[in-house]
T-cell receptor
Framework: ETGVTQTPRHLVMGMTNKKSLKCEQH?????MYWYKQSAKKPLELMFV???????ENNSVPSRFSPECPNSSHLFLHLHTLQPEDSALYLC?????????????FGPGTRLTVL | AQSVAQPEDQVNVAEGNPLTVKCTYS??????LFWYVQYPNRGLQFLLK??????LVKGSYGFEAEFNKSQTSFHLKKPSALVSDSALYFC???????????????FGSGTQLTVLP
């Protein structure tokens, strides 16, 4: 999966830790997304960046802080998380402006909060 | 509000038989519809999409989907299932985010497909 990469693939952290998730897209896209996938629940869109500007924030708690330094990189900074934040975090990218543009996903980071 | 429903949590089918994974949607305006597949411990892989034109869309790995506007459905099909098709399948519909140019995908809850040898 060279199109969209995510690191780390697995992360275990305590509630007082600070960590960051990284996403990189190699597709030349101009929009990037963070999703949360929890068991038995639909994918939840967390943040959207279009042309490096945040255009959507779906009422995500402030303990999640995104950063998009350029069109190829997206970070999700985590601090003082709760056990219910344990989930698979997926990054995606797309080329905005094309009719029916497709989002391409990374492999995800499996996060466990103890 | 826009939404997509996958009425079956689980679909079982014998190898070699045809398979169908159901999806219905509700949107204002013309929908963009997508199917994705997720294998264990992997991200979502794009299978196919409907934008406009021919109601029968062909995608990766021999999958196809039929857009039915009157029934607001976009069912995923394959004429002959393989054991390797066993995975979690997601239907998604495109909605427009009012605050910007980016467009949001709304996903169904997923259908676990198991193909039995």
């Amino acid at each position: 999966e060279t199109g969209v990469t995510q690191t780390p693939r697995h992360l275990v952290m305590g509630m007082t830790n600070k960590k960051s998730l990284k996403c990189e897209q190699h597709l030349g896209h101009n929009a990037m997304y963070w999703y949360k996938q929890s068991a038995k629940k639909p994918l939840e869109l967390m943040f959207v960046y279009s042309l490096e500007e945040r255009v959507e924030n779906n009422s995500v708690p402030s303990r999640f802080s995104p950063e998009c330094p350029n069109s190829s990189h997206l970070f999700l900074h985590l601090h003082t998380l709760q056990p219910e934040d344990s989930a698979l975090y997926l990054c995606a990218s797309s080329q905005e402006g094309l009719a029916g543009d497709t989002q391409y996903f990374g492999p995800g980071t499996r996060l466990t909060v103890l | 509000a826009q939404s997509v429903a996958q009425p079956e949590d689980q679909v079982n089918v014998a190898e070699g038989n045809p398979l169908t994974v159901k999806c219905t949607y509700s949107v204002s305006g013309n929908p963009y519809l997508f199917w994705y597949v997720q294998y264990p411990n992997r991200g979502l892989q794009f299978l196919l999409k409907y934008i406009t034109g021919d109601n029968l869309v062909k995608g990766s790995y021999g999958f196809e989907a039929e857009f039915n506007k009157s029934q607001t459905s976009f069912h995923l099909k394959k004429p002959s299932a393989l054991v390797s098709d066993s995975a979690l399948y997601f239907c998604a519909v495109r909605v427009l985010i009012s605050s910007g140019s980016a467009r949001q995908l709304t996903f169904g809850s997923g259908t676990q497909l198991t193909v039995l040898p």
